[in-house]
């Protein structure tokens, strides 16, 4: 089968479609084919080695997390889906056109099962965030409201009763709107901004870009343990708190089960690419300021 990997550190033109025996799911593990699979700005930090603490990689590696496909194989102990199922998910080297699911749920009908590729790290991050928050009324702030992460957190967010107030460039403001927040910009004034639409106070608030506004979001809410970032790390200087994947708080299928059950939930699909230009999808993850997400395309 076809498959996206690489041998080094680097740019994105290291990402090479090489041929590779398909994987196997494992007991608690599915094997889908990919219809489609989300591309993260966490995939190019990874590929780049910025995560990698100057160490070599030591084998050929696959690249991606989200997926969505057609289950084509289940290990020992998985009694929820069966071969010809339609799923979402989050797996690992999902640019393939096979790839194993850690963590599923059902494409919920009718909905176009391509456009779910990108699901799967969103909903898991948008769910792990809104419980580590704890806020169950009121209103929060999100910082960098328009990506995949922001744009499902909005739409679970509201569902569970909260009012949100995004922040994202001007040209993303209706989009804010039409999934439910109040948009607002973001730079300098901020706070005052956030004031002004939320005059009685702010609960909680999320940081989603890493974009030095911890300051102003613990101003906002008074209260920096109500402060959570997932990209900004020396949110944990200034009393806030921040929470990645690797030490996961929650269960990733409770996350994929609240996106499948937000009546209409979707993720906007930014650009789609064919599996022969990831390093093209790689590159948009880290230039940002994606509306929704960006997926491959097998």
Known sequence: MKAVQFTSYGSPDVLHVVDVDAPDAAAGEILVQVMSAGTNQLDAKLRSGLMANGEDLPAPSGTGFDASGTVIGVGAGVADVEPGDVV???GRNTLAEQAVLTAWAKVPAGVDPVEAGGWGVAAETSHRLLTE???EAGTIVVSGASGGVGSALIQMATTRGLRVIGTAGEKN????????AVPITYGAGLVDRVTAVAPDGV???LDLSGAGVIGDLIALVGDPSRVISISDFTAPQLGARVSTGAGRTTSPRDGLAEAAAVPGFALHVDRRFELADAASAHRAAEAGH?????????
Do not use: M, N
């Not at 994606?290 to 097998?298: A, D, E, S």
């Open 88 to 90: 979402f998910g989050i």
């Open 290 to 298: 994606t509306r929704g997400k960006l997926i491959v395309i097998p």
């Open 173 to 180: 403001q209706s989009y804010l709107e039409a999934l439910g």
């Open 203 to 205: 609960d909680g608030a």
């Open 133 to 135: 928050l704890g806020v």
